[in-house]
């Protein structure tokens, strides 16, 4: 394996591995892939009924007697809900994570704006800017459509589950969200990344569908303040390498892997709990622990390097599959995503 004369960061990492892991049948690249497993011969891929019919109009409005705890006048998310009147009429739209936004904010409507300024450690300008910017995206893009929309099982089969995870070690959360991407999956790095917005719309949806199942309508739990506290909405991130090659990147792979990154960057925030590479090469996992020394605590939290599968479960207990070192059912069988037909 070739080494890099200099050490990747934690982005170009995801975004080299992406790139590498497309280029033939056993060189695949990674960027941000999930869906629902195609268990049978039918035409498409079917959601569990709890998030078939996600994503209608009228559920994205929360109704709810939740009350936020009592703000200060300074407080930031005071300064930002200040602000919102403004940012949805420039927008001209009000969703976002399937949350209607409200003024005056409901719970719900504090919750996402939480979201937005945890994300950019409490500076409001930031913030703002990031919330306008995703408004504006969500209306031109309807990511929330992606959820009804049928996507090819040639293209996007087997390439990434999502899955409920119990009893995770060191959660707050009774079950947590968690969605598997398997660059070693793709058959063909043309056939799936060539069209790079197909591409981003099944991939969209993936992530729709992941936050969906974060059930933040009906959460009810406040989300603490920046630097004091977990944010319990959030979903976990497995991306394994098996059989993936880290010495070539495919233009196709590359390309989309560098879309989909930007995309949940700059209009997902605060979506990610943890993020774990998985079946990485030694020398990889070598060179993330030499980035990590330069790098935030709060980022290398949320990464982690295993060089080898099956010991998965150490990190997220016994409910992964076995192929991951656990005692659950596996990904072929539990998974869920957006829905597919063959081509």
């Not at 109704?63 to 200060?72: F, G, K, Q, Y």
């Not at 409200?102 to 703002?128: C, G, M, S, W």
Request: proline share 6%.
């Amino acid at each position: 394996m070739v080494v890099p004369e200099t050490a990747p960061s934690a982005e170009q990492l995801e975004t080299a591995a992406a790139a590498s892991t497309m280029a033939s049948n056993t060189n695949i690249d990674p960027a941000s892939i999930s869906e629902k497993p195609a268990t049978s011969n039918k035409q498409t891929t079917e959601l569990a009924p709890e998030v078939s019919d996600l994503g209608k109009e009228q559920q994205t409005t929360p109704s709810s007697t939740l009350t936020w705890p009592e703000l200060s006048k300074g407080h930031p998310l005071t300064q930002l809900s200040g602000k919102l009147k403004s940012l949805l009429e420039q927008a001209d739209y009000s969703e976002i994570y399937g949350i209607k936004l409200v003024v005056p904010p409901d719970f719900h409507t504090y919750l996402i704006l939480q979201k937005f300024l945890r994300a950019n450690n409490n500076d409001l300008e930031k913030a703002q800017a990031q919330l306008l910017a995703t408004l504006k995206w969500r209306k031109s893009f309807q990511p929330l459509k992606t959820l009804d929309e049928t996507f090819s099982r040639e293209r996007f089969g087997g390439l990434g589950f999502i899955i409920r995870l119990n009893k995770v070690p060191g959660s707050l959360n009774e079950h947590d969200v968690a969605t598997f991407n398997l660059y070693g999956a793709v058959k063909d790095p043309k056939v799936t990344f060539e069209d790079v917005d197909g591409f981003l719309r099944w991939r969209v949806g993936l992530m729709e569908l992941s936050l969906q199942m974060l059930n933040l309508q009906e959460a009810t739990k406040p989300i603490p303040d920046y630097g004091k506290g977990a944010d319990p909405y959030q979903a976990i991130q497995v991306h394994d390498y098996m059989q993936v090659s880290f010495l070539r990147q495919d233009p196709h792979t590359k390309a989309a892997s560098k879309k989909a990154i930007d995309t949940f960057k700059n209009y997902y925030p605060e979506t990610l709990s943890r993020k774990f590479f998985v079946n990485v090469p030694v020398i990889m996992g070598w060179m993330f622990n030499a980035v990590s020394l330069v790098l935030s605590k709060e980022t290398v939290k949320k990464f982690t390097v295993l060089s080898y599968g099956n010991t998965l479960n150490t990190e997220l207990g016994n409910d992964v599959p076995e192929e991951y070192g656990g005692k659950g059912q596996a990904l072929e069988g539990r998974g869920l995503g957006p829905a597919l037909q063959d081509s």
